[in-house]
């Protein structure tokens, strides 16, 4: 190879190596700030606390399909709490947070509490309210947004950003390998309103969190309230099945609500014949 050959190879290898890195910066810089524009988008200014919104609920479990009410509260520091009121029973779910990280606990239609195992509880608790969503995710020095680039969702042009939490003080392993799946979210920006079209994520069967089992979390019909953009309509979607039908009539911010609204009782091991966190209005998943 002559010398100028030489050097025009080693120059095209570093011109290549800087545009990618270039790009790869963009995408890195993109998600956080489409994730912020859509914060704004939603909630402008505002400082939320706390949120309790009340509706009603339809439960598809099978061949059973019932509408009750609905009482769902959130703190922007992670608790939640799902209270819901059907014909057959109150099924709900509560989350809360200890000095040993995330616990929470769901209960059915019988009233019994179980324990939602470890590894369902590391994605987002406010599920059906997105700004805790993305703003814990902007907070999180350990989250990890990428943007991963413009689709298409249920026909709608959105952009598609993924979120996970990394764990630079424990080594590589498979591990580490595994708690960054168990962490990952994406979710779905309408490409003009930047407002959220949808959240999706995996849960787990109480005995293998290797087995992915999808859900999706649908919203819609956004309206203002008090200067914020709330999606009124919120669909569960587990396994592509709809499981869980919320419509929203009001929703109230910063009323005063503290952790103790969002105390677990007493409960018994999570149970290997249901799927967890989200799962106690679907039908039961063998592990």
């Not at 029973?89 to 929470?104: H, I, L, Y």
Request: aromatic letters at 6%; hydrophobic letters at 40%.
């Amino acid at each position: 190879m002559t010398p100028i050959r030489a050097a025009s190879s080693t120059f095209l290898s570093c011109f290549l190596s800087l545009s990618l890195a270039a790009q790869q910066s963009t995408i890195t810089q993109q998600g956080p700030l489409l994730l912020q524009n859509s914060l704004v988008a939603m909630i402008g200014g505002t400082t939320l606390k706390d949120v309790t919104i009340t509706g009603t609920a339809r439960r598809i479990v099978g061949s059973d399909d019932e509408t009750g009410t609905a009482t769902l509260t959130a703190l922007s520091t992670g608790e939640s709490r799902i209270n819901l009121g059907f014909p057959s029973g109150a099924p709900g779910e509560v989350r809360a947070n200890s000095a040993n990280g995330p616990v929470g606990q769901w209960t059915g239609a019988d009233g019994i509490a179980h324990a939602i195992s470890q590894h369902n509880l590391l994605v987002s608790s406010s599920w059906f309210f997105s700004p805790f969503t993305l703003a814990a995710a902007l907070s999180d020095p350990n989250s990890v947004i990428s943007y991963v680039g413009h689709e298409s969702f249920d026909g709608n042009p959105v952009e598609h950003i993924s979120i996970s939490s990394q764990f630079a003080s424990l080594p590589a392993s498979q591990t580490t390998t595994l708690l960054q799946h168990l962490t990952q979210m994406d979710i779905y920006l309408d490409s003009t309103t930047v407002l959220p079209r949808a959240l999706s994520f995996n849960i787990h069967s109480d005995s293998n969190a290797l087995l992915d089992i999808p859900v999706i979390i649908r919203y819609s019909n956004y309206q203002p309230l008090n200067g914020a953009q709330i999606a009124f309509h919120v669909q569960k979607f587990l396994n592509n099945n709809l499981v869980l039908d919320l419509q929203f009539q009001s929703a109230n911010f910063n009323t005063g609500l503290t952790v103790s609204a969002f105390t677990l009782a007493a409960s018994s091991p999570p149970s290997l014949s249901n799927v967890v966190a989200a799962s106690h209005l679907a039908p039961a998943v063998q592990p």
